[in-house]
């Protein structure tokens, strides 16, 4: 199957997500093609399947990642495709933390008008050692707040591994079922 992977991130690690999610793509037989959506990336129609993923920042997806999915939205609902959000409330625990990140994706999908087959949740990372004075203090308060890492002299990966492997996994499943 010729699979395409899209994201979109500020940080990076939606990108770290995304390549991870081609190694094991590739693995299985796979070929993929993974892009950046801010970087002029290839229409779906040459693909059987696509991932979408994109990271949340003040409540918002990345412009680029909701760009491409209203330009190719006709394609993208043709096709099997997920998408997967990245944030680092999901690391959090809290239900509401939680249920506003969910109101967030739900949202971006109808705004969109895109019906993936399914969605998911990543927990992000705190990039503490990348950020700028600033951003670093407001990150540590609010991580501070939520019970989470205040050392800013490393930077913490939430990332669930294993949940992405199953996602993909499931995605590989369901998208071959497809006609």
């Given at each position: 199957m010729?699979?395409?992977?899209?994201?979109?991130?500020?940080e990076?690690?939606?990108?770290?997500?995304?390549?991870?999610?081609?190694?094991?793509?590739?693995?299985?037989?796979?070929?993929?093609?993974?892009?950046?959506?801010?970087?002029?990336?290839?229409?779906?129609?040459?693909?059987?399947?696509?991932?979408?993923?994109?990271?949340?920042?003040?409540?918002?997806?990345?412009?680029?990642?909701?760009?491409?999915?209203?330009?190719?939205?006709?394609?993208?609902?043709?096709?099997?495709?997920?998408f997967?959000?990245?944030?680092l409330a999901?690391?959090?625990?809290?239900?509401?933390?939680?249920?506003?990140?969910?109101?967030?994706?739900?949202?971006?999908l109808?705004?969109?008008g895109?019906?993936p087959?399914?969605?998911?949740?990543?927990?992000?990372?705190?990039?503490?050692?990348?950020?700028?004075?600033?951003?670093?203090?407001?990150?540590?308060?609010?991580?501070?707040?939520?019970?989470?890492?205040?050392?800013?002299?490393?930077?913490?990966?939430?990332?669930?591994?294993?949940?992405?492997?199953?996602?993909?996994?499931?995605?590989?499943?369901?998208?071959?079922?497809?006609?």
């Amino acid at each position: 199957m010729k699979i395409l992977i899209l994201y979109g991130t500020t940080e990076g690690q939606t990108r770290k997500i995304a390549h991870f999610m081609e190694a094991i793509l590739q693995n299985a037989g796979h070929h993929v093609t993974i892009a950046d959506t801010a970087t002029n990336p290839p229409a779906p129609t040459a693909y059987d399947a696509i991932l979408i993923g994109s990271s949340i920042h003040m409540h918002k997806y990345q412009s680029a990642a909701k760009h491409y999915i209203k330009k190719h939205l006709d394609e993208l609902n043709n096709m099997p495709g997920a998408f997967f959000s990245v944030s680092l409330a999901v690391a959090s625990g809290l239900a509401e933390e939680n249920l506003g990140v969910q109101k967030i994706t739900n949202d971006f999908l109808e705004q969109t008008g895109w019906k993936p087959m399914m969605v998911t949740q990543i927990a992000g990372a705190l990039k503490y050692t990348e950020y700028d004075y600033f951003k670093r203090l407001v990150m540590k308060m609010i991580s501070k707040k939520e019970g989470g890492a205040t050392d800013t002299s490393q930077d913490y990966e939430y990332t669930d591994w294993e949940e992405v492997t199953k996602f993909v996994n499931e995605f590989l499943e369901r998208a071959s079922q497809k006609p």
